[in-house]
């Protein structure tokens, strides 16, 4: 069934999610506090790594670097049309509607909870090749093996930040749903070149999402969106 990969995925996460409230309740904020900080800064490391993998390469026993041109062309270019756009703000104001519609008035961190998973869970290339795979090829392994790394990351933050993050999901399965969707038309464009600029451009977004986590809102992620976009255009050229 076209599609099951995403529906695997999106229970993983919602046993994440239930573990996690369950967990999380018998933390003291400091604890949470704790977590929180345990979260960024592993997810720092997750998004540096993934990144320097694909920028650094050795070439006849000498180190070199690639990469960096596209990145700061694409992050600029998405930067600027995700501001353009106010795609951090159209997030957050889903995620208040979410907040009061679920009566969680109370959770003071929903919100941010919400948008930290849903930038982890949707950023990155599993999130654009699991779902082409399910559709094209009947294949939904890539999906099944993120489903156990979001239900752990969705785990962590939902037993240290409260409800939100387990609403990831929602964003979560409408985005993989549409690649889906569109799979017969961008299977062809997944490129090796577009699915190593793919996941340089979102490592680096990644490592923004562990940055606010560990240091307090610092950067705009969801506004550099757009620079997954661009990255894929890169590669055509």
Known sequence: MIGFGTVINSA?????????????????PRHQAIMVKACGVSTVFIGASGALKQMFTVVDGTLSTRGEMMLVVCLCLGGLL?????????????????????????????IEGFTCASF??????????????????????ILT?????DMTIVMALTASMGKGPVFSVIPMALWQGLMTVLAAFLGPLMTDAALSCLSLVGNVLIFGVGVNLAFG?????ANYLPALLFAILW???
Request: hydrophobic share 45%; with cysteine; net charge positive.
């Open 12 to 28: 993983f996460v919602l046993a994440g999610g239930a573990m996690g409230f369950l967990f999380g309740r018998a933390l003291k």
């Open 82 to 110: 995700g501001e353009m756009l106010d795609i951090e703000g159209n997030i957050e104001r889903f995620g208040a509607w979410l907040k009061t519609h679920s009566h969680s008035e109370r959770d003071p961190r929903f």
């Open 120 to 141: 982890t869970l949707c950023i990155g290339a599993m999130a654009i090749i699991g779902p082409m795979n399910d559709a094209l090829y009947g294949d939904y392994t």
């Open 145 to 149: 093996t993120k489903g156990i790394l």
């Open 217 to 221: 809102k610092q950067i705009k992620v």
């Open 235 to 237: 590669s055509l050229f």
